[in-house]
C-alpha cells in the first residue's frame, strides 16, 4: 500500500475536476442492469457538488477496440446517473476535441457532465501522451477513483497524471483501506475461494496467494483445470491444458509450504450451458464424458463452509458457478451463506463475484465488496500498478 494523495487535500472548490470512474456496468437493451459501480462512485461526486465544482466525468465501457461502436455508447450511464443524482447530468459525443472543450467550459459550477467511451479512441489503451494531454486541458485537477481499472495503464489513468494535479477518491481510498486488511499481518486462518470461468485469469494470483493463505478453496471453471490435472476426467468441462503441468507445480509448492487446496468433491453438470438442460449431480470419479461441469455440488458446498466457519480472514473471487442460471446459482448462494454465518472479515474480487452476489440478493454479506476484479487481484499479489503509483505523495 502507499501513501495517496486524496482528493480531502486538493483545492477544488470551484474548480472543473476531472473524474475518472469506471462505469464499465451490465447494459441490457440500452438500460443498466446492476448500477453498484454507478452508486458507489457518488459519495465522491457529491463532495465535488458541495465544494462548486464543475464535474466532469471519464468512464470507458467494454471492448470497442478503439471504434465507436453504438451500443457502447455512455448515454445509459448518463441517464442513470441524472436518476440517482437527482440532477441533470451533460453527456458528450465524444471525450475529446473542440465542441467538447467549448461544452466543459460552458459548464457552471455544481453541474456533473460525462465525456463519451474513452476506449473509443485507440489512444487510450496505448496510454498515448498527446491523448492524455488534450484530456487534461479539459480540467484543473484529476481524482481517480475507478479502482476497477486500476490494473490498467491507459491515458486516463495514467498518463493524464503527468499534465494535473491528481488524488485519490473517496471510493479508491475505501478500496484501498480494505483491501490493507489482507496485506497487512491478517488474522489468520486466512482463506482465499477462488473461481470463475477461465483459470488462466487466476493461476498467477494463486502463485503469489500460497505465500499468503493458509487454504485455497477452488470453484467455478477454474477447478476443472485442477481436477484435470489431478488425472480426473471432466467431460465437456471448460479446462485449459496448456496450463496443465503449471497446475501441478502449483499443487506442489501449496503441499511444500503446508497450505491446503481444496477442490470439488461433486459437480452439478448438465449436457448444455441452457436453463432447459437435464441436470444431474456427479462426484468427481464419476464424471461422464459429454456433461458440462456448470456448479459446484451440495457435498463441496458443505466442505467449503467448514473452512470458511474455521477462517478469521476470508477473500473471494471468482462465482462457484453459471450463476446467470438459477440451477447453476446454488454453489455460489452457498458460500454467501457459509459467509453469513462467519464474523471473519471477508473481502469479494468485485467484478462478476460482485455482480453475482446483487444478482442473488446477498450482496450485503461480505464485509466488503470491491469493486474490481482484476484490480482486486493485482494489488493481492503485490504488484506495483501506475495508476496507484502516480497518486503517491
Not at 455512455?74 to 465524444?94: C, G, M, N, Y
Not at 487510450?124 to 479502482?147: C, H, P
Not at 449431480?281 to 455440488?297: E, H, S
Request: hydrophobic share 45%.
Amino acid at each position: 500500500m502507499i501513501d495517496m494523495k486524496v482528493m480531502q487535500e486538493a483545492p477544488v472548490e470551484g474548480k472543473t475536476v476531472l473524474m475518472r470512474t469506471d462505469y464499465n456496468v451490465p447494459l441490457s437493451e440500452g438500460q443498466v442492469t446492476d448500477a453498484s459501480r454507478i452508486e458507489m462512485s457518488l459519495p465522491t461526486i457529491t463532495y465535488l457538488i458541495a465544494r462548486d465544482a464543475k464535474v466532469v466525468l471519464l468512464s470507458h465501457l467494454g471492448r470497442p477496440d478503439g471504434k465507436v461502436v453504438e451500443h457502447l455508447r455512455l448515454d445509459p450511464i448518463a441517464s442513470q446517473l441524472s436518476e440517482l443524482l437527482d440532477q441533470p447530468v451533460k453527456k458528450f459525443p465524444d471525450c475529446i476535441g473542440e465542441e467538447v472543450r467549448h461544452g466543459v467550459a460552458a459548464l457552471q459550477s455544481r453541474q456533473v457532465a460525462i465525456l463519451e467511451n474513452l476506449r473509443f479512441h485507440p489512444e487510450e489503451g496505448a496510454n498515448d501522451r498527446s491523448f492524455a494531454a488534450q484530456l487534461a486541458k479539459l480540467g484543473e485537477i484529476f481524482i481517480n477513483d475507478a479502482f476497477a481499472s486500476l490494473h490498467r495503464s491507459h491515458a486516463s489513468l495514467v498518463g493524464i497524471s503527468e499534465f494535473l494535479p491528481s488524488y485519490a477518491g473517496l471510493l479508491m481510498q475505501k478500496e484501498i483501506e480494505s483491501l490493507a486488511r489482507l496485506l497487512k499481518d491478517p488474522e489468520r486462518p486466512y482463506i482465499a475461494i477462488i473461481g470463475g470461468k477461465k483459470a488462466r485469469s487466476k493461476l498467477s494470483t494463486l502463485h503469489e496467494l500460497i505465500n499468503k493463505v493458509d487454504a485455497i478453496l477452488v470453484g467455478g471453471g477454474v477447478a476443472f483445470t485442477f481436477l484435470r490435472a489431478q488425472g480426473y476426467a471432466v467431460g465437456d468441462s471448460i479446462i485449459d491444458e496448456t496450463l496443465l503441468d503449471d497446475t501441478r507445480m502449483l499443487i506442489k509448492k501449496a503441499e511444500e509450504k503446508g497450505v491446503s487446496i481444496f477442490l470439488p468433491l461433486d459437480i452439478a453438470m448438465a449436457q448444455a450451458a441452457t436453463a432447459k438442460a437435464e441436470t444431474a449431480i456427479y462426484q468427481v470419479d464419476d464424471i461422464p464424458a459429454g456433461w458440462i461441469g456448470l456448479d459446484i455440488g451440495p457435498k463441496t458446498i458443505t466442505a467449503f463452509a467448514k473452512e470458511i466457519k474455521a477462517a478469521r480472514t476470508i477473500v473471494w473471487t471468482g462465482p462457484m458457478g453459471m450463476f446467470e442460471i438459477p440451477q447453476f446459482s446454488v454453489g455460489t448462494r452457498g458460500i454467501a451463506d457459509a459467509l453469513a454465518q462467519t464474523s471473519a472479515f471477508s473481502v469479494v474480487g468485485g467484478g462478476e463475484t460482485g455482480e453475482a452476489l446483487t444478482r442473488l440478493g446477498v450482496a450485503d454479506i461480505p464485509s466488503y465488496i470491491s469493486t474490481g476484479g482484476g484490480a482486486c487481484l493485482s494489488l493481492l499479489r503485490g504488484r506495483s500498478l501506475l495508476a496507484l503509483e502516480v497518486l503517491r505523495r
